[in-house]
Nanobody, 125 residues
Framework: QVHLVESGGGLVQAGGSLRLSCVVSGRAFSWYAMGWFRQAPGKEREFVAAISRTGFSANYSDSVKGRFTASRINARNTLFLQRNSLKPEATAVYYC??????????????????WGQGTQVTVSS
């Protein structure tokens, strides 16, 4: 079975930086497209970013494009999500997931991907 564990969340001051990581075990990391989603209190889970199996291409939600950057290091079975100049609106539980296909397709990840447990990010003013 594939297991995903997010880390790097916590309390961050507005204007600070965030880097989340997601470590995959149980399967070859390079076999999977991966993505990030988030869920704020009282809101539905939303797509943030997805990256292809090779890491060559990535897709972002229109709401976060230009603010978040996803990357991966396949040799370390690790996915990252980076943002500088954080705002309180970024407060949410962030989840990574993975699916056994090549492309960074957010719909496929959301519906059929394997989820991590999530990591809480709180941005204070």
């Amino acid at each position: 079975q594939v297991h995903l564990v997010e880390s790097g969340g916590g309390l961050v001051q507005a204007g600070g930086s965030l880097r989340l990581s997601c470590v995959v075990s149980g399967r070859a990391f390079s076999w999977y497209a991966m993505g990030w989603f988030r869920q704020a209190p009282g809101k539905e889970r939303e797509f943030v970013a997805a990256i292809s199996r090779t890491g060559f291409s990535a897709n972002y939600s229109d709401s976060v494009k230009g603010r978040f950057t996803a990357s991966r290091i396949n040799a370390r079975n690790t996915l990252f999500l980076q943002r500088n100049s954080l705002k309180p609106e970024a407060t949410a539980v962030y989840y990574c997931n993975a699916g056994p296909w090549n492309e960074a397709i957010s719909e496929m990840l959301g519906l059929y991907g394997t989820w991590g447990q999530g990591t809480q990010v709180t941005v204070s003013s």
